[in-house]
């Protein structure tokens, strides 16, 4: 059951009085999150975004009959009974050019030489292919027959005007930014990005190449939710670090500008964990400690137009918290898919997996011989099991584990 925002003022020191499902919080981001408004941007500029309307097209491609094939165009029923022993010959009246207006007319018994991409002259209505022609003297010999329409793109063969030719929705990809180049389109109206800002708390953080001091360790979060934020569609405006100082993260929290708000470390319940207490002074926590392993001190809330998710500290435990509830957030705003980013497949379990009822469990898993096999290393703060692992597999909270030789549904790692 959810708990009111006032039983989340200040838990320091004291443990969490109740949990949130896993289920609870994903529909309290839901309802809290929708597609953000659209932007128009360059063409070059939206590959992986996502249309925010139609794209029409305006023109025909081709706009103009046009050969597909480096050879000579020709009137292809006087191609009729060519072959390798009865080559037909044809005069060479001149030739097309990509780019260049033809102004040849191909007469009874001509041929234009003409290559790939140039206008189809007048009076051809096929192209044979150099591969079956042999140009000599003015002459050019025919050693095979060539039906009508042979090797001619057609006037809007490809796309016609008036056609639909991407749909609202649609996450471009490479082909059909290019596609959508083919028919002159300068800019598309797409979703707007996720302005997403990066708080990273913790006095004990020091960054990779700086001097790490006894009892210091290096901060990686920052460097796992760059990578995160993209994939799901987001723009991340600012990294801040800040210590574990209130009036540092409440600045940091209440900067305006930003659509989502990732907080890293100081989530949970210790007497340097500020974030959760200013959250709900500054605005509504209405989510502190789901029932979820690992991730429990997870805290959700906003703050003014911005979503806040605090995500733990401990690296598998930021992991396992964003793809839940930030990286979902992240694609709801920018028009995506809610499914989790990742492959899956249905594999066969080799041991056993253990679980709790009443509790989400998130479990690394490696792929062996024998079957799927759950991680030996469960810690949160073990971040090289993740690279260790190949996927992982969500338990729900109805499970008290799987027994060996069950099915169950893998997200892998590795990219889709």
């Not at 249309?51 to 491609?61: F, G, P, S």
């Not at 005069?91 to 033809?102: D, E, I, N, W, Y």
């Amino acid at each position: 059951m959810t708990t009111s925002p006032s039983q989340h003022d200040d838990v320091r020191m004291r443990g969490f009085a109740a949990r949130s499902t896993v289920e609870e919080a994903i529909r309290w981001v839901d309802t809290q999150t929708s597609r953000l408004s659209s932007a128009t941007e360059l063409l070059q500029d939206g590959h992986s975004r996502v249309l925010a309307e139609d794209v029409v097209a305006t023109l025909n491609v081709p706009a103009f009959d046009r050969s597909a094939m480096d050879g000579y165009a020709v009137r292809a029923d006087e191609t009729s009974g060519a072959g390798m022993y009865n080559p037909l010959p044809f005069r060479v009246v001149g030739q097309s050019l990509p780019g260049r207006a033809c102004e040849v007319t191909v007469e009874s018994g001509d041929a234009v030489r003409i290559m790939t991409g140039a206008p189809l002259p007048t009076g051809a209505d096929a192209v044979v292919p150099v591969e079956v022609a042999r140009e000599n003297e003015g002459l050019v010999e025919v050693t095979e027959p060539i039906a009508v329409g042979k090797h001619v793109g057609r006037i809007g063969e490809d796309i016609a005007v008036g056609t639909t030719v991407l749909s609202a929705g649609r996450r471009l990809r490479p082909q059909d930014v290019a596609v959508l180049a083919s028919i002159g389109v300068a800019e598309v109206s797409v979703v707007s990005q996720p302005r997403v800002r990066i708080i990273i708390t913790g006095n004990e953080l020091v960054q990779p190449g700086d001097v790490r001091r006894e009892h210091q360790i290096y901060e990686a979060n920052s460097f796992l939710l760059r990578g995160l934020v993209p994939r799901d569609g987001g723009a991340v405006t600012s990294i801040e670090f800040v210590p574990d100082s209130r009036d540092a993260i409440f600045t940091a929290l209440t900067e305006p500008g930003a659509d989502v708000i990732l907080v890293s470390g100081g989530s949970s319940v210790g007497a340097e964990d500020h974030a959760p207490s200013l959250v709900a002074e500054a605005g509504e926590l209405a989510i502190h400690g789901i029932a979820m392993r690992p991730s429990s001190p997870t805290g959700i809330g906003r703050i003014d137009e911005s979503l806040v998710l605090l995500l733990p500290g401990n690296p598998v435990s930021c992991l396992c918290a964003y793809d839940f509830f930030a990286g979902r957030a992240i694609r709801r705003m920018g028009g995506r898919s809610l499914d989790w980013p990742y492959r899956r497949s249905t594999e066969t379990t080799a041991r056993k997996f253990v679980s709790v009822v009443g509790r989400t469990d998130y479990c690394r898993v490696r792929k062996t011989e024998e079957g799927i096999v759950p991680l030996a290393v469960s810690g949160a703060s073990i971040l090289s099991s993740t690279t260790r692992a190949d996927g992982f597999v969500v338990l729900p909270p109805e499970s008290e584990g799987i027994a060996p030789g069950k099915a169950v549904d893998v997200l892998w790692y590795d990219e889709p």
